[in-house]
């Protein structure tokens, strides 16, 4: 029972250069979600999908870029790297939104 | 103002002590509050939800006060496994089902 898996779990890249982050779901659940945690800051939402087929904006979408082809998975690109996006990435999912959410282990991205 | 302020500690606290924090929120129209905790490095986890008339999950009690717009969370008789980051998370339904989380309160339960 996998829950929330997201892979790379660390890498580093350079400004300018595109990846996708990974998030894979295994428990049915129809929302998914990415969040960014800062030091000091709390977890914030950047995309949100309610289904497959349907993403939409969280509070900080800029520079980033999601898709949803069917249930489980939903992966983050980021399309030309900043170092503003250092930051530990989670995967989120949940049952029926607003309900509890299962994190992923996280991925940390370091921009250079 | 941050929309959720938490002192981010650290609280150090012997074993077996009690210790007590808040969660103050600025928007009124708030209305659903959760803890969660996320150990060091970890994943955030589900702690418990935050009910109106107050709540209490084994050595956990939680309690909200509309009035002055604060979410507590007290911890009786800590263990050392009680050592995380305590995440203050409030959801606004009528702004779109928006989630709001704290920065977090670190604990530090020492022997």
């Known amino acids: 029972n996998a829950g929330v898996t997201q892979t790379p779990k660390f890498h580093i890249l350079k400004t300018g250069q595109s990846m996708t982050l990974q998030c894979a779901q295994d428990m049915n659940h129809g929302y998914l979600s990415w969040y960014r945690q800062d030091p000091g800051m709390g977890l914030r939402r950047i995309h949100y999908s309610v289904a497959a087929g349907i993403t939409d904006k969280g509070e900080v979408p800029d520079g980033y870029n999601v898709s949803r082809s069917n249930t489980e998975d939903f992966p983050l690109r980021l399309e030309s790297a900043a170092p503003s996006q250092t930051s530990v990435y989670f995967c989120?999912?949940?049952?029926?939104?607003?309900?509890?959410?299962?994190f992923g282990e996280g991925s940390r991205l370091t921009v250079l | 103002r941050k929309e959720v302020e938490q002192d981010p500690g650290p609280f150090n606290v012997p074993e077996g002590a009690t210790v007590a924090f808040n969660c103050t929120y600025s928007?009124?129209?708030?209305?659903?509050f959760f803890w969660y905790r996320q150990d060091c490095r970890k994943e955030p986890k589900l702690l418990m939800s935050?009910?109106?008339s107050g709540n209490e999950d084994g050595r956990f009690t939680a309690q909200l006060n509309r009035a002055s717009q604060y979410i507590s969370l007290l911890i009786r008789d800590s263990k050392l496994s009680d050592s995380a980051t305590y995440l203050c998370v409030v959801l606004i339904k009528a702004a779109g089902n928006k989630l709001t989380f704290g920065g977090g309160t670190r604990v530090l339960v020492k022997p």
């Open positions: 928007n009124s129209a708030s209305q659903s």
């Open positions: 989120a999912s949940s049952y029926s939104f607003p309900g509890e959410l299962f």
């Open positions: 935050v009910y109106s």
